[in-house]
């Protein structure tokens, strides 16, 4: 997971013979296609990836369904999301997100003097896209993240679709799909960028196994795309997270199999939860928000000296962590952990 820099000393603190559960990343890593794609071009670091950036906007084009015009490469979603918010919303534009929710658009909204209009999740824990498309009728950017973030839950494709065409005029849905290969009942929103106002992030942080090599897009409309060019420079991925991400895209089974891997352990823990009486919350992506009874925090802390590092906690779920699924075998020593503390 993205972090800022006050976050990157608790996480350097975090043991390295503990369990790392603690930032959604994937414990399998780079699938094997990817590795030798990125060692084989790593004798070529000395040039410019001119050709290797177009062969991976292709590629991302294709596996978006848009047409390569519509696609913005970056190093990660964290890029392209913190500069839709720094283009799109101003002082008089204000941003509306969901609570709980991933927060750094709402940090990218406070540098540039954005209003944030926080809108809590329904029951279901899905957004409640009717109150955020009413939230204000000037808004310049409606952050929807599918699967949501620290939630695992899902917002369906109807409800994105209202937004999309109830919004505000001027207005720009960001769709954030970090984590959408996981999802089984919702799907992509990128068959809509071609016609509407929406940006949809993609990022091979996740099932991908990534986070450390650096890949992902927006996909969006080229006069869009266009209006976020000016927020950085000439730039380029590195061509080992390039050349990592073409050979992963091309490998069909990657997903698929890592997700049923996924699913396997995170549906397995589910039972373990329920036959425990732990309240959590279901989630279909790769965390879930387990409910410890106590502030969050503490949970993290008392995990933390059993060598179990989970994320954070949220001023709205303030009983309730955020648990990254594992290896089975990292889960058994999460389910070893959390039970002696919540015995403790
Ligand atoms: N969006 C969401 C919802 C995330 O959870 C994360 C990372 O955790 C990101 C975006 C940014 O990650 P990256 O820049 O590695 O793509």
Redo the contacts with the bound molecule.
């Keep these: ?2 972090v800022l820099a006050q976050d990157v000393k608790s996480i350097a603190n975090i043991p390295p013979d503990a369990v790392r559960l603690n ?2 990343e994937n414990p399998l890593g780079p699938c094997p296609a990817a590795l030798d794609a990125l060692r084989n071009v790593a004798a070529q670091g000395n040039r410019y990836p001119f050709r290797l950036t177009e062969t991976f906007v292709r590629a991302m084009a294709e596996a978006g369904g848009v047409p390569a015009s519509h696609v913005l490469p ?6 392209p ?1 913190h500069r839709v918010v720094l283009a799109f919303t101003s002082p008089s534009r204000p941003l509306v997100v969901a609570s709980p929710g ?1 927060e ?1 658009p709402e940090r990218a909204a406070r540098f540039v003097g954005a209003k944030v209009i926080s809108v809590p999740l329904r029951k279901d824990y899905s957004h409640d896209t009717r109150a955020m498309v009413k939230a204000d009728a000037n808004a310049g950017v409606i952050y929807i ?1 599918n699967p ?2 620290p939630t695992g839950t899902v917002t369906a494709k109807a409800d994105i679709e209202y937004v999309v065409a109830n919004k505000p005029k001027g207005c720009v849905v960001l769709i ?1 799909e ?2 959408i290969h996981y999802a089984k009942t919702t799907g992509s929103a990128a068959s809509l960028v071609a016609a509407s106002d929406v940006i949809v ?1 993609r ?4 099932i991908y196994g990534m ?1 450390g090599l ?1 890949a ?1 897009a927006a996909l969006g409309r080229p006069d869009l795309l266009e209006k976020l060019g000016g927020f950085a420079g000439m730039n380029f991925l590195p061509a080992t997270g390039l050349a990592a991400a073409v050979a992963s895209l091309e490998d069909k089974k990657v997903v698929p199999d890592r997700c049923k891997a996924v699913s396997d352990v995170r549906e397995d823990l589910f039972a373990w939860l329920e036959r425990k009486g732990y309240g959590f919350i279901p989630s279909e992506a790769n965390m879930v928000m387990i409910d410890g009874k106590k502030p969050g925090r503490e949970l993290m802390a008392a995990l933390l000296k059993e060598k179990v590092a989970v994320g954070r906690t949220w001023a709205a779920l303030p009983t309730h962590v955020r648990v990254t699924i594992g290896t089975p075998e990292e889960m058994t020593k999460f389910k070893t952990a959390f039970e002696k503390v919540m015995d403790s």
């Design positions: 997971e993205a930032a959604n970056a190093a990660g979603s964290s890029d999301l991933y750094a993240c949501n973030n954030d970090a984590y992030l990022t091979f942080s996740k986070a650096r992902g």
